[in-house]
């Protein structure tokens, strides 16, 4: 498929905000590169939810969705991606067969992507390429055990703001934490309170 792709995973599938009209057809779900997620980002954006991010130390590979950028240029493309995220450039991440040009923290990332692009034909993509923050955040490593204390520790209506973000990612993004918390009765009242 000419063109160039935009990756996503969490909540570009439900907002894609001011990308929209930069963006043409609908998300194909589950044709991206599976790529190693985790909920680990603590977002201001989003009321301190924890949101997903690549993350190779901690997350799980899954499967990814796709959507065609209206740009003829990767780095129009590019620039999309970033204002829609609020994000410098630097944390959008770029692969185009056309140029050759790579853009990513992860080397082993860009080339999943260069090498999904190559096998499905788009002439490039781009992706959110934010780091997890949750130590700076926190002052705690990520784990498991401390990501759910952190979510325990929320107010109620940012609590709310967090079991929105989680539940409403893609099945498909199914991480070590979203897993954990699915059989955790605390978070299942969360869910329930909150719905």
């Known amino acids: 498929m000419p063109g160039f ?4 995973w969490g909540s570009l599938i439900w907002d894609l905000d001011d990308l929209a ?7 194909q779900i589950g044709v991206g590169p599976a790529l190693p997620l985790e909920f680990c980002r603590v977002s201001a954006k989003r009321n301190g939810a924890l949101t997903v991010v690549i993350a190779a130390g901690h997350g799980t590979a899954c499967p ?3 959507i065609a950028s209206r740009r003829a240029a990767i780095a129009e493309a590019r620039a999309d991606l970033a204002a829609r995220e609020r994000a410098p450039e630097a944390h959008i991440g770029a692969v185009c ?4 040009q790579r853009h990513g923290s992860d080397r082993r990332v860009v080339a999943l992507v260069a090498d999904w692009c190559a096998a499905s034909g788009w002439d ?9 923050n949750f130590a700076a955040a926190t002052g705690q490593p990520f784990s498991l ?18 079991v929105g973000y989680i539940e409403s990612a893609p099945a498909t993004t199914e991480t070590p934490l979203r897993r954990a918390l699915a059989g955790d009765p605390w978070w299942q009242d969360a869910v329930r309170r909150h719905r």
Do not use: M
Not at 5 to 8: S, T
């Open 5 to 8: 792709a935009v990756i996503g």
């Open 21 to 27: 009209p930069k963006v043409t057809g609908a998300w």
């Open 64 to 66: 990814t969705h796709a």
């Open 97 to 100: 067969r056309i140029s050759g």
């Open 124 to 132: 490039g993509a781009v992706w959110t390429d934010l780091p997890s």
């Open 145 to 162: 055990a401390a990501a759910r204390a952190y979510l325990a520790a929320l107010p109620p209506e940012r609590l709310a703001d967090a």
